[in-house]
């Protein structure tokens, strides 16, 4: 079986600081982050994609961690085709408009290449330390299956490699009957890491459950079940707690998936209080029992 590392979507949430899952003595940012990495041997950096990182930033987190700490790093909205603040672009990028937000067309074509570029080499210190794990691709829901947005999956991943993109999906039609074949075929004739995802049913966004291997490594982020999916909270969003008998059901899941693979990353995104980081802890000890 392949290696599994299991880890959450956040480490500084509001809310889990106010949870006390964090003992009174991690009471700053290094303290925090090197407590989180003595649980985990993962996190994903979901604040990348809200605004770009600095440098400086990812040489800390490279400093604060021990060897064989894992960084998923989240790509930045305006590259996965969201809407983007314009207070989020680069200060000397930003175009002159009146709009609140952006899309990639917005920006003139050197505007837009330098983004990537900045992007990409802000995580330098975590490539240096042998501590960048994947940079996930999250689509939005109009990101539906057609042939532009398959090359757009191959344009991505030329402008990352080295670095390892995986891609989530967030459109039902990537899985509609053959489609589902269809995908995951074409992400294993290129390799592509696909990320499975546990998630409410029923929506405009909802993805099926689907487990599969495309490529050496494979992602799963669990984002709850929550009832409350498309309130703008995010935490009414995310706020799930996963029962321990839900988690039990996935363990043979997830040793299936990673016998495929050689590293399964396995990522809890009902990021409320110490939802995910219970959770994982949770899932992390039922993965190490036997079958």
Not at 15 to 35: C, F, I, M, N, V
Not at 124 to 130: N, T, W
Not at 147 to 175: G, I, M
Not at 190 to 200: R, S, T
Request: aromatic share 12%; net charge negative.
């Amino acid at each position: 079986m392949g290696e599994i590392a299991v880890g959450t979507a956040s480490w500084t949430d509001r809310t889990l600081l106010d949870s006390g899952w964090y003992p009174q003595t991690a009471d700053t940012p290094e303290k925090r982050l090197a407590y989180y990495a003595r649980q985990f041997p993962l996190v994903e950096v979901d604040a990348t994609y809200y605004s770009p990182p600095a440098e400086r930033t990812a040489r800390l987190w490279a400093e604060r961690t021990p060897p064989g700490f894992t960084f998923n790093i989240k790509a930045f909205s305006l590259l996965t085709g969201h809407p983007t603040k314009v207070s989020a672009i680069y200060k000397d990028l930003r175009p002159a408009t009146d709009k609140r937000n952006l899309y990639p067309d917005d920006l003139p074509p050197q505007a837009y290449e330098e983004v990537w570029t900045r992007f990409l080499s802000a995580l330098d210190p975590l490539v240096e330390a042998g501590k960048l794990g994947a940079l996930l691709f999250q689509f939005p829901p109009w990101f539906t299956i057609r042939r532009d947005n398959k090359q757009y999956l191959l344009e991505v991943t030329r402008r990352c490699a080295p670095l390892r993109p995986v891609f989530e999906f967030r459109h039902a039609s990537w899985f509609d009957g053959d489609n589902a074949t269809e995908t995951l075929d074409f992400l294993r004739e290129h390799q592509l890491a696909y990320v499975g995802v546990d998630m409410p049913q029923g929506h405009r966004s909802s993805v099926p459950p689907v487990l599969a291997a495309t490529s050496d490594l494979a992602v799963v982020r669990f984002h709850g079940h929550s009832d409350k999916w498309t309130s703008r909270d995010i935490h009414e969003k995310f706020g799930y707690r996963y029962s321990k008998r839900e988690l039990a059901d996935w363990a043979p899941r997830l040793r299936e998936l990673a016998d495929q693979t050689q590293q399964t990353h396995v990522l809890m995104n009902n990021c409320y209080r110490d939802y995910a980081q219970v959770n994982a802890q949770q899932l992390q000890a039922l993965l190490t029992e036997p079958d």
